[in-house]
C-alpha cells in the first residue's frame, strides 16, 4: 500500500486525498489552517457566499423596471432595503465552517488520516511535522498562497484590509478603497457597491479586469460607472494608511484618495516559504511558485504539487484537477493531463463574466485564425423579459471544420451558462452540432445556440 502525504488541506489537497483513498493508498494530511484551506475559509466560499447578498441587492435595485413595488410608498425598492452586514458576515463564516466540517468528514469516511500542524519535507520521501517524521511514497504539496502586501500599506484587520480580513466588518464600510482591478479587486468592489457602499476601484491598468476579455470588461466597467462606482484607471496606488477613523489612498502620481476603508487585491504570492522544497529537490519559480509538468509532477522524484502554490492558473477547479491528477500519476491509474485550454472560469460580479478555451487576445494577436460571433443579450427575449440589458454571448471555432474553441459569456449566472460551451470545447463539437441541440424557448442559453448559428453562416 503506497504512503501518501499531503501538506495542505485545501481543494488540491483534500481533493487528491480522497482520490488516493480510492485508489488504496494510506493517505496522511497535514494542514494548519482548517481542512478545505483558504478556498472555503477565507475566499472561494465565504467571497461567493457574501456575492450571493450583492446578487439579491443588484435584483432588488433593478426591479422596478419589472414592476416590483413595496408597501411603504416608495416607488424604488432600492430605496427600502438595506444591508446587516453582521449578519450578513456571521452567514459567511457558518457556511464557511460547515462547508469545511462536512470535507473533514468526508475524508474520515476515506479514512484518511489528519494531523494538525505545519509540514516540510526532509528529502522528497519524509514529511516532518513537529517531533513527528512521516515516510512517504507519494508527497503532495498543496499550500496555497496569500495576499500580496503593499510595501508599507500593511493591513490593521480594522480599516486596511485584505479579502481574507473583510468578514470580520460589522458595518458596511461607508466609503470603501479597492486597490487593484483584478478578479478579485474587481469582485468586491462589485458586491460592496452593489450591497450600499460607496466604492473607488484603483486600477493601474487602462481598465478593470486587464487578463479578461477586453469586450467583457468594458461592458463591466460601463455598469460600474451607471451605477456610481468610481473607476481611477490608469493610477497605481504608492501607499495606503491609516487616518484616524479613515485611510488614505496615496497614488504614484501624489494624488490622495480617502476612504473609511481599504481592500487590498493585489496579487497573491505561494505559499512555499519553510518547506525545505529546494533542498529536497523541487524548483521554484522566480516567484516562489512550485514548477510543475501537466501531471503535476515537481522536479524531485516521488514529489507533486497542486494548487495556487504552483501559479497554474489560480482557481478552485484547477487546484482540484491537479490534486486528482497527481493521485493518477503516482497511484497508477488512467492519467489525463491537464489541458488548461479546457478550463472555465468565471468572475463573479454583477453581471458576471464566464470563459472557457481560445482568448480574443489571442486572435487579435494572430496567434489563431479562428472565426468569432458575438451575440448581445439586448437581442434575447428572455433577458429583455428578466430586465436584462447588459452583456452578450461569444464564440469562437476554427475555419471549414467549425469546431468550438472557446467562449464568452457576459450575463447574470454566466457561471451556469458557460457550461454548454465548456462541453462544446471539451468534445470539440461543431458550430452545427450546438446550434442542432434544442434549447428552451425563451431562455438566455438560446443566445448560444444563436451564436452557433451565425457561425455557420460565416463558415
Known amino acids: 500500500m503506497a504512503r501518501v502525504v499531503i501538506i495542505g488541506g485545501g481543494p488540491g489537497g483534500y481533493e487528491a486525498a480522497s482520490a488516493a483513498a480510492q485508489l488504496g493508498g494510506e493517505v496522511t494530511v497535514v494542514d494548519s489552517d482548517g481542512i478545505g484551506g483558504s478556498a472555503v475559509l477565507t475566499d472561494c466560499v465565504p467571497s461567493k457566499t457574501l456575492i450571493a447578498t450583492a446578487e439579491v441587492m443588484t435584483e432588488v435595485e433593478e426591479a422596478g423596471e419589472l414592476g416590483v413595488r413595496l408597501d411603504d410608498g416608495d416607488d424604488d425598492p432600492a430605496n427600502s432595503v438595506r444591508v446587516d452586514l453582521s449578519v450578513v458576515n456571521k452567514r459567511v463564516k457558518a457556511l464557511a465552517t460547515a462547508q469545511s466540517e462536512g470535507i473533514e ?5 476515506d479514512k484518511v488520516r489528519i494531523i494538525k500542524g505545519r509540514g516540510r519535507l526532509d528529502g522528497p520521501e519524509t514529511v516532518v511535522v513537529g517531533d513527528e517524521r512521516l515516510p512517504a511514497d507519494v508527497v503532495l504539496i498543496a499550500t496555497g ?12 484587520g480594522e480599516r486596511i484590509l485584505t479579502w481574507e480580513q473583510v468578514y470580520e466588518l460589522e458595518e458596511l464600510p461607508e466609503r470603501l478603497i479597492v486597490v487593484g482591478s483584478g478578479v478579485t479587486g474587481a469582485e468586491f468592489a462589485s458586491a460592496y457597491d452593489a450591497l450600499g457602499s460607496d466604492v473607488v476601484l484603483v486600477s493601474s491598468r487602462d481598465r478593470v479586469l486587464p487578463g479578461e476579455d477586453a469586450d467583457a470588461a468594458a461592458v463591466l466597467e460601463g455598469v460600474f460607472k451607471r451605477r456610481g462606482l468610481t473607476v481611477l484607471s490608469k493610477s497605481r496606488a504608492e501607499s495606503v494608511r491609516r487616518q484616524g477613523d479613515g485611510v488614505v489612498v496615496t497614488l504614484t502620481d501624489g494624488r490622495k484618495v480617502e476612504g473609511s476603508h481599504a481592500l487590498l487585491a493585489v496579487g497573491s504570492l505561494p505559499n ?38 504552483t501559479g497554474v492558473l489560480m482557481l478552485a477547479s484547477v487546484a482540484a484537477m491537479q490534486g486528482r491528477i497527481a493521485m493518477a500519476h503516482a497511484l497508477g491509474d488512467a ?47 428572455r433577458a429583455k423579459m428578466q430586465g436584462v440589458r447588459d452583456g452578450f454571448v461569444k464564440l469562437f471555432c476554427l475555419p471549414n471544420t467549425g469546431i468550438v474553441v472557446g467562449g464568452v459569456v457576459v450575463a447574470p449566472r454566466a457561471s451556469e451558462l458557460i457550461h454548454p460551451i465548456s462541453l462544446a470545447v471539451g468534445a470539440r463539437l461543431t458550430v452545427d452540432q450546438v446550434a442542432q441541440a434544442f434549447t428552451v424557448y425563451p431562455s438566455v442559453s438560446g443566445s448560444v445556440a444563436e451564436a452557433a448559428r451565425r457561425l455557420h453562416l460565416r463558415s
Open 145 to 156: 498562497a496569500r495576499p500580496r502586501i503593499l510595501k508599507g500599506s500593511e493591513p490593521d
Open 272 to 309: 512555499t516559504d519553510d518547506l525545505n522544497l529546494v533542498d529536497s529537490g523541487v524548483s521554484l519559480t522566480d516567484g516562489g511558485f512550485v514548477q510543475v509538468d501537466r501531471v503535476s509532477r515537481t522536479t524531485a522524484r516521488g514529489v507533486y504539487a497542486a494548487g495556487d502554490c
Open 335 to 381: 492519467v489525463t493531463p491537464l489541458d488548461q485550454s479546457t478550463v472555465s472560469a468565471n468572475v463573479f460580479t454583477a453581471p458576471e463574466i464566464a470563459t472557457v478555451g481560445l482568448t480574443q487576445a489571442v486572435v487579435d494577436a494572430g496567434g489563431s485564425t479562428a472565426m468569432v460571433v458575438k451575440v448581445p443579450l439586448a437581442d434575447n427575449a
Open 105 to 109: 468528514r468526508r475524508l474520515d469516511s
